[in-house]
């Protein structure tokens, strides 16, 4: 009996440790969910500026980080939780990105930008988001989306959460890092996506420093929020190409990873298009088709100047700057403008 117990008792102990661990990582999964959602709804009434996210992001993560005691305002916490966030950030540990809206996004729906008395601010691009219940079902022809879907706000965060229960980190990520082949040093994540869901490396997660500079065994657990605009839609450096964002926005309707919309360059229908589609199509891209049930014209379009295909400066770093952003769309011309107008 006793030489049974001693050969199952570290597999039953490591089974509980296990089941332990696993019970925390749904915990800190809910909590960041939660917190990211804060993010989410606060860069919402702030035009989907990176600093809002980061701002509702460090908020969000109070309760989670314990930086609040019973009854204490989470206001007074926020400039500690911004510096814990920061902290994570460079660790490696924290890593936050915007799917939607994405830089197509803009380039079929953006119109020059007005203050709070309806001028017009010069260099400024934003998605319009005002009479969203009466706007067209039109599909983007450059993002696969309709005005409703580019005024989705989608962030998805990834976070190591830190293996506290004994033993479980040890094993846990080195058994990790053995089948993803982490060796040497590892910079930070690189977000990419692949078959339709979101991977990257989660090598620099594994070991990610805590606040204190130490060397911390740690889970990668990501989660997505989406919230709907509340505020004209601003392009910043962390817009994305949609390229980068293969992923479907929840819903029946298009959206980011829907796949790009087939406009073949002689303006002519792709095979087995809905004529209607078509006919909306090329009225978004300037040809002059009638959208009438009937065309008694019977010629072929021609070659048309699709707005939708010049091609935007390609993002460095976190993206193409805001600025450059809306320099390259707005010098497509009045076609384009026409064309974002629902």
């Known amino acids: 009996m006793t030489l049974e117990w001693l050969l199952a008792a570290p597999l039953v102990l490591l089974l509980g440790l296990g089941a332990l661990q696993w019970s925390l990582l749904f915990?800190?999964?809910?909590?960041?969910?939660?917190?990211?959602?804060?993010?989410?709804?606060?860069?919402?009434?702030d035009h989907a500026q990176p600093s809002a996210v980061s701002r509702g992001l460090a908020r969000?993560?109070?309760?989670?980080?314990?930086?609040?005691?019973?009854?204490?305002?989470?206001?007074?916490?926020?400039?500690?939780?911004?510096?814990?966030?920061?902290?994570?950030?460079?660790?490696?540990?924290?890593?936050?990105?915007?799917?939607?809206?994405?830089?197509e996004s803009f380039s079929d729906w953006a119109q020059p930008g007005r203050d709070a008395a309806g001028d017009e601010v010069p260099g400024r691009l934003e998605i319009p988001n005002?009479?969203?219940a009466y706007a067209d079902s039109q599909v983007g022809a450059a993002s696969g989306q309709?005005?409703?879907?580019?005024?989705?706000?989608?962030?998805?965060?990834?976070?190591?959460?830190?293996?506290?229960?004994?033993?479980?980190?040890?094993?846990?990520?080195?058994?990790?890092?053995?089948?993803?082949?982490?060796?040497?040093?590892?910079?930070?994540?690189?977000?990419?996506?692949s078959g339709g869901a979101t991977t990257g490396s989660s090598c620099s997660f594994y070991r990610a420093a805590d606040a204190s500079g130490r060397s911390t065994w740690r889970w990668p657990v990501q989660v997505v929020a989406t919230a709907r605009m509340q505020s004209a839609a601003w392009p910043s450096d962390q817009t994305p190409a949609r390229r980068e964002n293969?992923?479907?926005?929840?819903?029946?309707?298009?959206?980011?990873?829907?796949?790009?919309?087939?406009?073949?360059?002689?303006?002519?229908?792709?095979?087995?298009?809905?004529?209607?589609?078509?006919?909306?199509?090329?009225?978004?891209?300037?040809?002059?088709?009638?959208?009438?049930?009937?065309?008694t014209s019977g010629g072929d379009p021609g070659p048309v100047d699709n707005p939708s295909s010049a091609t935007l400066p390609e993002s460095s770093g976190n993206g193409a700057s805001a600025r450059q952003l809306s320099e390259a769309i707005l010098s497509r011309g009045p076609g384009l403008l026409a064309a974002c107008r629902p």
């Open 27 to 45: 915990q800190a999964r809910g909590a960041l969910t939660f917190a990211l959602q804060q993010a989410a709804r606060e860069a919402s009434f």
């Open 60 to 103: 969000g993560l109070i309760p989670y980080w314990s930086l609040a005691g019973p009854g204490q305002s989470l206001d007074l916490f926020v400039p500690v939780a911004q510096m814990r966030l920061a902290q994570e950030t460079a660790a490696g540990a924290l890593v936050w990105r915007q799917i939607s809206p994405s830089r």
């Open 130 to 132: 005002d009479d969203l």
């Open 146 to 193: 309709t005005l409703r879907d580019a005024n989705l706000l989608k962030l998805e965060l990834r976070y190591g959460v830190p293996l506290r229960v004994p033993l479980i980190g040890f094993f846990a990520v080195r058994l990790m890092e053995m089948l993803e082949g982490c060796t040497g040093a590892v910079g930070m994540a690189t977000m990419t996506a």
């Open 246 to 295: 293969p992923q479907r926005l929840a819903g029946g309707s298009p959206g980011i990873g829907s796949g790009p919309v087939s406009v073949p360059p002689d303006g002519t229908s792709p095979p087995g298009e809905d004529r209607q589609v078509t006919a909306r199509r090329d009225q978004s891209l300037g040809n002059g088709t009638s959208t009438s049930g009937s065309d």
